[in-house]
């Protein structure tokens, strides 16, 4: 009974984990979504809303993906494989963007300060998080068709460790962007993150390659 209990910890452990890298992997490439938060951290301009109105966002999708697709696993195996291996695709794919990036350093983040109403600031938030296709990608279809290869009692989980990677990404570059602001500005600092996430974005996708699926 103990070792059971013991197991199931550690297995809740790996898949939180998972769950958190993968996010983390994902979420630190730089698009809009992220300049519009860090531009508003800068500028000390309603950075609670956005953040939280952008993690709320992704939690939503996250789990919608998650639970969504393990319900399809459970009723269409072969339509879960085929997302398996389309999911893989596209990790190798952010993965060689990434480590190109990293070997160009062309990552720079621009940053600049923005001081729109709280009203346009949250439209601005809202329509660069829900109707940017890349969002979708990366919560509902690649990040669920990770945690849908999760064992059920493992999903919840997963969801968690990639909604706090979420929480924290959000809260850091928000909050923290006054003093992140010389340290982003580096060229070196983003080619290293470029590489960590390319380096974590091909170990998923191996991983998500040799992984079958659960019964």
């Known amino acids: ?90 990790l190798l794919w952010c993965a060689w963007r990434a480590a190109r990036r990293a070997w160009l350093g062309t990552g720079a983040l621009d940053v600049r300060s923005a001081g729109d109403g709280l009203a346009a600031t949250l439209a601005t938030t809202a329509a660069l998080t829900w109707l940017n296709p890349h969002v979708y990608l990366d919560t509902v279809v690649l990040l669920g068709a990770v945690g849908a ?15 706090a990677a979420s929480a924290m990404w959000f809260a850091t570059l928000g909050f923290g962007a006054a003093a992140l602001a010389p340290w982003l500005a580096r060229r070196n600092t983003w080619r290293a993150v470029d590489a960590a996430v390319a380096a974590v974005m091909a170990a998923i996708a191996f991983q998500l390659l040799v992984q079958g699926i659960p019964s």
Request: overall charge positive; hydrophobic content about 55%; aromatic content about 6%.
């Open 149 to 163: 290869q999760q064992a059920p009692a493992m999903r919840a989980p997963f969801a968690l460790g990639a909604s």
């Open 1 to 90: 009974m103990g070792s059971a209990h013991q197991n199931r910890r550690m297995s809740s452990s790996a898949a939180f984990t998972q769950g958190w890298l993968m996010m983390a992997g994902l979420i630190v490439a730089i698009g809009a979504q992220n300049a519009l938060v860090l531009r508003q951290g800068l500028a000390r301009a309603h950075v609670g809303a956005v953040v939280a109105l952008c993690t709320v966002s992704d939690i939503v999708l996250v789990v919608a993906g998650v639970y969504g697709l393990g319900a399809l696993a459970a009723s269409s195996p072969g339509a879960m494989s085929a997302m398996r291996f389309g999911g893989a695709a596209f």
